[in-house]
């Protein structure tokens, strides 16, 4: 199963990532809520997390090989970020040192002007149709080459994808700028 | 923006640590050393964030479904069982209503709801998390699906709405969520008569999922009429839904 999903993935079939994520979840399910007392749905939601992490590595080349199983390679990332979120949850219900907290509220202020302007690319993006949806995608999530999207969305050859690209993301840029006005992006 | 012409794809490979350490360390001096440089490799930079965030999250929506679709079926054998009690019922008194009986062999309001809603993920990620402590918990039990808890998170966090129209907005979606049709309607509807936001959009069609769930058909026809006469993401979805209804 691991290589079918591994090669699964990698040619685009997101389906693979899914039945991943259907064949191990309730045995996950099961196994953090033994051992750190997570509830249904915050077992899910790190579950989730966790498939999402195998599928980014597998995409960006990572994971070609795995040397143990699949399961035990996902519940090892799944214990981390259920550990590391035990944490996240502890830092704020014992309080931090004030020092800290200033520390975290100017990197704060910086996080939030970045993420403001993700938002605001994001809803630009739910906006954009096709093939701009699938390319992008492609390209920037899935790290697919220009010869790879061709294949995969039967264009004639790469080039052809290359230009269509650039009129996507010009035509996203456009809109955010139009959001933004010129001088700010 | 195009003074440098940075180039977008260098970009993604410089956040996928795909560039050789000589190009990464020119960058990286051209960013410590010319402020309009930087200026110009973070909006490259955030764009490619984005899109990274944005089918992160589609991924995580398809995920969250494969959970859901348990639910619709079930909410849909109870529909059914309940359309047959009526039907029974219906024989049993002789009352031959034909156009009764076919009212009913159109989807219910609830039926409807539970094809089309999906939560809306959080495009504010990580930004939310601005060091307070209950802005940062409302958005993260929203994300992990907690709208009771996240409500009351967001109540207390919202001083003033007109200001906070992204986190009524998500308050509204929680409610919507949690089951409180009426609650999310009047959160939603703030949302659409604030200023201008790229929020409204989504918050039209959730505006109609909410009209639908409380079984308000009339004013869900109007929403999702408004929504198919835009050239929006939810105009496809607006028209099936519209086609469904009586």
Redesign the interface.
């Given at each position: 199963m691991k290589e079918d999903v591994i090669s699964g993935i990698k040619n685009g079939k997101?389906q693979a990532?899914?039945e991943l994520?259907?064949t191990y979840?309730n045995d996950f399910i099961r196994w953090s809520g033994f051992r750190y007392q997570l509830d249904e749905?915050?077992a899910?939601?790190v579950f989730?997390?966790v498939?999402?992490s195998f599928?980014?590595n597998v995409k960006?080349g990572k994971l070609d090989k795995i040397n143990y199983q699949l399961k035990t390679y996902l519940f090892a990332i799944g214990k981390n970020m259920i550990i590391n979120r035990i944490k996240y949850d502890q830092r704020?219900d014992h309080g931090a040192d004030p020092t800290d907290?200033v520390e975290?509220?100017n990197l704060?202020?910086q996080?939030?002007e970045?993420?403001?302007?993700?938002?605001?690319?994001?809803?630009?993006?739910?906006?954009m149709?096709e093939p701009c949806y699938s390319i992008?995608?492609l390209?920037?999530?899935d790290?697919f080459s220009m010869e790879a999207i061709a294949n995969n969305l039967q264009y004639k050859n790469a080039n052809v994808v290359k230009s269509q690209k650039l009129r996507c993301?010009n035509e996203?840029?456009k809109r955010?700028?139009e959001?933004y006005g010129p001088e700010d992006? | 923006m195009s003074d440098y012409n940075i180039d977008i794809d260098e970009v993604r490979d410089y956040l996928q640590d795909k560039l050789s350490s000589q190009r990464k360390q020119e960058i990286d001096k051209m960013i410590a050393s010319d402020p309009e440089y930087a200026r110009e490799f973070t909006q490259q930079k955030e764009l490619v964030e984005s899109m990274t965030v944005f089918y992160r999250g589609k991924l995580k929506q398809k995920l969250k479904a494969e959970d859901q679709a348990k639910r619709p079926k079930q909410v849909r054998s109870a529909s059914i069982s309940k359309r047959r009690w009526w039907a029974m019922a219906a024989s049993v008194v002789l009352i031959a209503v034909s156009g009764y009986l076919l009212f009913f062999s159109d989807p219910s309001s609830q039926e409807l709801f539970d094809e089309y809603y999906r939560p809306y993920y959080n495009v504010l990620t990580s930004g939310e998390r601005s060091g307070e402590k209950t802005e940062m918990d409302a958005m993260s039990l929203y994300e992990r699906g907690r709208y009771q808890e996240a409500i009351t998170a967001f109540q207390e966090e919202i001083k003033d709405p007109s200001s906070q129209t992204a986190l009524v907005f998500y308050l509204g979606l929680s409610y919507l969520a949690a089951d409180q049709p009426l609650k999310a309607i009047e959160n939603i509807e703030k949302v659409i008569s604030g200023p201008a936001s790229v929020l409204q959009e989504p918050a039209q069609w959730y505006l109609g999922l909410a009209y639908l769930k409380a079984e308000d058909i009339e004013n869900a026809q109007r929403v999702f009429r408004e929504i198919q006469n835009t050239s929006g993401s939810y105009q496809d979805q607006s028209s099936e839904i519209l086609d469904q209804l009586p």
């Amino acid at each position: 199963m691991k290589e079918d999903v591994i090669s699964g993935i990698k040619n685009g079939k997101e389906q693979a990532v899914v039945e991943l994520y259907n064949t191990y979840k309730n045995d996950f399910i099961r196994w953090s809520g033994f051992r750190y007392q997570l509830d249904e749905e915050d077992a899910l939601d790190v579950f989730q997390e966790v498939v999402i992490s195998f599928y980014e590595n597998v995409k960006k080349g990572k994971l070609d090989k795995i040397n143990y199983q699949l399961k035990t390679y996902l519940f090892a990332i799944g214990k981390n970020m259920i550990i590391n979120r035990i944490k996240y949850d502890q830092r704020f219900d014992h309080g931090a040192d004030p020092t800290d907290e200033v520390e975290t509220f100017n990197l704060a202020e910086q996080e939030i002007e970045v993420n403001q302007r993700h938002g605001v690319i994001i809803a630009h993006l739910e906006k954009m149709g096709e093939p701009c949806y699938s390319i992008l995608k492609l390209y920037f999530y899935d790290s697919f080459s220009m010869e790879a999207i061709a294949n995969n969305l039967q264009y004639k050859n790469a080039n052809v994808v290359k230009s269509q690209k650039l009129r996507c993301i010009n035509e996203l840029r456009k809109r955010v700028k139009e959001h933004y006005g010129p001088e700010d992006l | 923006m195009s003074d440098y012409n940075i180039d977008i794809d260098e970009v993604r490979d410089y956040l996928q640590d795909k560039l050789s350490s000589q190009r990464k360390q020119e960058i990286d001096k051209m960013i410590a050393s010319d402020p309009e440089y930087a200026r110009e490799f973070t909006q490259q930079k955030e764009l490619v964030e984005s899109m990274t965030v944005f089918y992160r999250g589609k991924l995580k929506q398809k995920l969250k479904a494969e959970d859901q679709a348990k639910r619709p079926k079930q909410v849909r054998s109870a529909s059914i069982s309940k359309r047959r009690w009526w039907a029974m019922a219906a024989s049993v008194v002789l009352i031959a209503v034909s156009g009764y009986l076919l009212f009913f062999s159109d989807p219910s309001s609830q039926e409807l709801f539970d094809e089309y809603y999906r939560p809306y993920y959080n495009v504010l990620t990580s930004g939310e998390r601005s060091g307070e402590k209950t802005e940062m918990d409302a958005m993260s039990l929203y994300e992990r699906g907690r709208y009771q808890e996240a409500i009351t998170a967001f109540q207390e966090e919202i001083k003033d709405p007109s200001s906070q129209t992204a986190l009524v907005f998500y308050l509204g979606l929680s409610y919507l969520a949690a089951d409180q049709p009426l609650k999310a309607i009047e959160n939603i509807e703030k949302v659409i008569s604030g200023p201008a936001s790229v929020l409204q959009e989504p918050a039209q069609w959730y505006l109609g999922l909410a009209y639908l769930k409380a079984e308000d058909i009339e004013n869900a026809q109007r929403v999702f009429r408004e929504i198919q006469n835009t050239s929006g993401s939810y105009q496809d979805q607006s028209s099936e839904i519209l086609d469904q209804l009586p």
